[in-house]
């Protein structure tokens, strides 16, 4: 079969495959109508969307859209020589959802009704070093000064949403027993938990008994990146 007759829905299923098989999160991302992806890899043989459609998928699949007179392959020199392609560098990222709530590092924020934010990437080879997989994961913003030097105010964090098995002296995103968000350092002591900062001026909090039990994880703390915030006012706390 030429490239000509390749159907158009067998190389939107071929590339979906290679992004991991999440149709209705890509559809979401940018913006697509539900299953508009899905319905041009249900097409039967001889039926096929429109060109504007076509280019929308394309897109949004990290393909290349193009129609018109044939033209030469951009490869250099060295890529003639050898015969190897450059791979598509976005193959070498995956996605991690965000929010727009944040972790408070001192007191609460409610994380009701939180938003999606766009999405941050990260290099596949890292995640998979440390045993990462994205679509278990999440990104969220830190608030406040109780866990510096760790976190700072502005800070993004990545949690691991598999590891919500406390372990004693690790560092959590939490729902806390009024339903508000935080990252602290959790203790596990006799039918009660410990949330501990960092910054010494923050007294360390007891959740005992049944308010220990409502105590949500989200996620063990596995990354952070810090905000360099120039404008010189301090944080709040």
């Known amino acids: 079969m030429s490239d000509d007759d390749f159907p158009f829905s067998e190389l939107v299923s071929a590339r979906v495959s290679e ?3 999440k149709v209705s999160a890509i559809e979401k991302r940018f913006d697509l109508k539900p299953d508009a992806i899905r319905n041009v890899m249900r097409t039967p043989k001889g039926a096929g969307p429109t060109l504007s459609r076509a280019k929308e998928i394309c897109e949004a699949l990290g393909l290349e859209f193009y129609i018109g007179r044939p033209r030469d392959l951009a490869a250099t020199a060295d890529e003639q020589s050898t015969g190897k392609v450059k791979p598509d560098l976005l193959d070498d990222f995956a996605f991690v959802e965000r929010f727009d709530v944040s972790l408070s590092a001192g007191h609460g ?8 934010l766009a999405p941050v990437s990260f290099r596949r080879d890292w995640l998979s070093e440390r045993g990462l997989v994205a679509e278990k994961c999440v990104v969220c913003s830190v608030r406040g000064t109780s866990m510096e030097p760790l976190l700072f105010d502005g800070d ?16 959590y995103g939490v729902v806390d027993v009024e339903g508000d968000v935080r990252i602290k350092r959790i203790e596990q002591v006799e039918n009660g938990l410990l949330l501990r900062s960092e910054n010494s001026e923050w007294p360390t909090e007891l959740r005992h008994g049944e308010d220990a039990n409502r105590v949500h994880v989200i996620g063990s703390l596995v990354w952070s990146g810090h905000n360099h915030d120039m404008s010189g006012r301090k944080a709040s706390r």
Request: glycine share 14%; aromatic share 0%; net charge positive.
């Open 19 to 21: 992004l991991g098989g």
């Open 109 to 116: 924020e409610n994380g009701d009704n939180a938003r999606p």
């Open 156 to 171: 993004l964090v990545l949690l691991d949403r598999r590891r919500s098995d406390l372990r004693s002296g690790q560092v």
